[in-house]
C-alpha cells in the first residue's frame, strides 16, 4: 500500500506534517481531512534514485539513530508512551531524511504493529541487535532502560568512527598531494627535460627510467584511470556478493593486523549485546544465541556455537568460552569469578569495555603508525624522482663539458 506524506494545518491553525497509507491520493486526502486537517500539499512518498541516494547528504546516519533511540529513553522515563514520543520527534526534527524515517514508523505504529516489528522493516538503519533487544523491552516493560543502553552503545561506535575518520583525514591530505605531485613532475617538468637529451646517445639508466616512465604515464594515464575506477565499482559491487564476502572473511581473519581488530569488534559485538539481554532478565542460553547471531565472522560465530551447545548440555561456560577465541584465559577468568558470584551481566559488560578501551588503543596506534609512513613511502617517491632528476640534468652537464 502507497505511503503519502503531506503537509497543512490543524484546526488551531498550527502547522503539522508527516505521512499516511492509503490505497490512493483521493482516499488518503479524505482521511486527512476527516481528521480536520487544512491541507496544504498531500504527495505520494517516492524512493530516492540511485544517484541520488549516492550523493545525497541528507541521509540518516548512525550520529541521527544514537540521537533518536537518546531522546525516546528520555521521553519514555518522562511517561509517554512510544507513539507519541515518536510524533514529538518527527515535529521537533529538522533534517528531512530523519523526519522521512519517522513519518514511517508512525504511519507503522497506527497501524497496529508493535515498534520492533517495524523496526525489523529498515534493516539499513537498525541491526538485528538493536531490534531483539527493542523487542524484549517490550515483552520486559523495560524499554527505557534499553533504549538508554543501546544509545550509549551507538555513541560509542558513532566517537569511534569520527575518531577514525580524524585521524585518516591528515594522511589523505599527504597522499593526494603527492599524487598530484607526482603526476605534475611526470606530466610537466620531465617532458621539458627531454629536449636536453635529445642529442646524447649513452643515457645512464636512471635517465632512460625516469623518461620511459613520463613517456607511458602521459599515454597510459587516462587508461590508468578508468581502470582504477573501473576496479574500485567491481570491489563495491563484489563486497555485496555472499561469495566475495566470504573469501574476504576467510582472508581478513588470517591477516596479522587485520585479525585482532577483527577479535575485538566481535567481542565487543558478542559481549556488549549479551549483557544487555542479560540485564534485561533474558535466560543465559537464549541471550547467547541472539548475541551470537551479532557476530559476522563465520568462522568465529561457528565456533561460538559450539561452545552454545556445550553450555546448553551443562558444561561450566567459562569452560566451554575458554575453547573459542574470543576468550582467551584471562577473559574466562573473569567469567569464572562471575559465575561463582552470580555477577554474569557485569562481567560480560566489563569485558565488553576493557574490549573497547583495546580496540580505540588500536586505532590511536594504527593511525599514528599510518601516518609517518605514508609520508615516508610518498616522501620517498617524490624526493627519489627529484633525485634522478637532478642526477640526470649533472650527466646531461658533464657530457656537454
Known amino acids: 500500500m502507497p505511503q503519502f506524506e503531506y503537509e497543512g494545518f490543524d484546526k488551531s491553525g498550527a502547522r503539522v506534517n508527516g505521512s499516511i497509507v492509503a490505497d490512493s491520493l483521493m482516499q488518503a486526502q479524505q482521511q486527512l481531512k476527516q481528521q480536520g486537517l487544512l491541507l496544504k500539499t498531500v504527495k505520494e512518498e517516492t524512493a530516492l534514485s540511485q544517484s541520488e541516494s549516492l550523493f545525497s547528504t541528507d541521509k540518516v546516519g548512525i550520529a541521527d539513530?544514537?540521537?533518536?533511540?537518546?531522546?525516546?529513553?528520555?521521553?519514555?522515563?518522562?511517561?509517554?508512551k512510544i507513539d507519541k514520543g515518536i510524533e514529538l520527534l518527527k515535529s521537533a526534527n529538522k533534517k528531512?531524511?530523519?523526519?522521512?524515517l519517522?513519518?514511517?514508523?508512525?504511519?507503522?505504529?497506527?497501524?497496529?504493529?508493535?515498534l520492533s516489528q517495524v523496526l525489523a522493516g529498515f534493516p539499513e538503519y537498525f541491526d538485528p541487535l538493536y531490534i531483539n533487544l527493542v523487542s524484549i523491552g517490550e515483552k520486559t516493560g523495560k524499554l527505557a532502560d534499553i533504549f538508554r543502553q543501546l544509545a550509549e552503545d551507538l555513541a560509542f561506535r558513532r566517537d569511534l568512527?569520527?575518531?577514525?575518520?580524524?585521524?585518516?583525514?591528515?594522511p589523505m591530505v599527504i597522499l593526494f598531494v603527492c599524487i598530484a605531485s607526482v603526476l605534475f613532475i611526470f606530466n610537466y617538468v620531465v617532458p621539458n627535460m627531454a629536449t636536453m637529451f635529445e642529442r646524447q646517445q649513452d643515457l645512464p639508466f636512471y635517465t632512460t627510467l625516469l623518461l620511459s616512465t613520463s613517456a607511458w604515464l602521459q599515454q597510459y594515464q587516462?587508461?590508468?584511470?578508468?581502470?582504477?575506477?573501473?576496479?574500485?565499482?567491481?570491489?563495491?559491487?563484489?563486497?555485496?556478493?555472499?561469495?566475495?564476502?566470504?573469501?574476504?572473511q576467510w582472508l581478513a581473519i588470517r591477516l596479522p593486523v587485520v585479525s585482532s581488530a577483527i577479535m575485538l569488534?566481535?567481542?565487543?559485538?558478542?559481549?556488549?549485546?549479551?549483557?544487555?539481554?542479560?540485564q534485561a532478565g533474558v535466560a543465559v542460553d537464549q541471550a547467547m544465541d541472539l548475541a551470537n547471531g551479532n557476530i559476522r565472522q563465520p568462522e568465529l560465530s561457528a565456533e561460538m556455537q559450539i561452545a552454545i551447545g556445550k553450555?546448553?548440555?551443562?558444561?561450566?561456560?567459562?569452560?566451554?568460552?575458554?575453547?573459542?577465541?574470543?576468550?582467551?584465559?584471562?577473559?574466562?577468568?573473569?567469567?569464572?569469578?562471575?559465575?561463582?558470584?552470580?555477577?554474569?551481566?557485569?562481567?560480560?559488560?566489563?569485558?565488553?569495555?576493557?574490549?573497547?578501551?583495546?580496540?580505540?588503543?588500536?586505532?590511536?596506534?594504527?593511525?599514528s603508525l599510518l601516518e609517518?609512513?605514508?609520508?615516508?613511502?610518498?616522501?620517498?617517491?617524490?624526493?627519489?624522482?627529484?633525485?634522478?632528476?637532478?642526477?640526470?640534468?649533472?650527466s646531461a652537464t658533464d657530457v656537454g663539458l
Open 311 to 367: 553450555i546448553k548440555r551443562g558444561e561450566q561456560l567459562s569452560a566451554a568460552l575458554r575453547q573459542t577465541r574470543l576468550f582467551p584465559d584471562f577473559f574466562a577468568s573473569l567469567l569464572s569469578v562471575g559465575e561463582e558470584s552470580g555477577e554474569l551481566a557485569r562481567i560480560f559488560h566489563e569485558i565488553a569495555q576493557r574490549s573497547q578501551r583495546q580496540f580505540t588503543d588500536w586505532v590511536t596506534r594504527f593511525t
Open 265 to 278: 569488534v566481535e567481542r565487543i559485538r558478542f559481549n556488549s549485546g549479551l549483557a544487555m539481554m542479560l
Open 222 to 248: 587516462w587508461y590508468l584511470f578508468i581502470a582504477l575506477l573501473l576496479a574500485g565499482f567491481a570491489l563495491v559491487q563484489g563486497k555485496k556478493q555472499p561469495a566475495f564476502q566470504q573469501r574476504w
Open 96 to 100: 528531512t531524511s530523519l523526519t522521512r
Open 161 to 170: 568512527q569520527k575518531k577514525i575518520s580524524q585521524a585518516l583525514t591528515y
Open 372 to 394: 609517518p609512513l605514508l609520508i615516508l613511502v610518498m616522501g620517498g617517491i617524490v624526493g627519489g624522482v627529484v633525485v634522478i632528476m637532478m642526477l640526470s640534468i649533472t
Open 102 to 114: 519517522l513519518n514511517k514508523i508512525s504511519a507503522e505504529l497506527r497501524s497496529g504493529k508493535q
Open 65 to 80: 539513530i544514537e540521537f533518536l533511540t537518546a531522546e525516546l529513553s528520555l521521553l519514555l522515563d518522562s511517561g509517554l
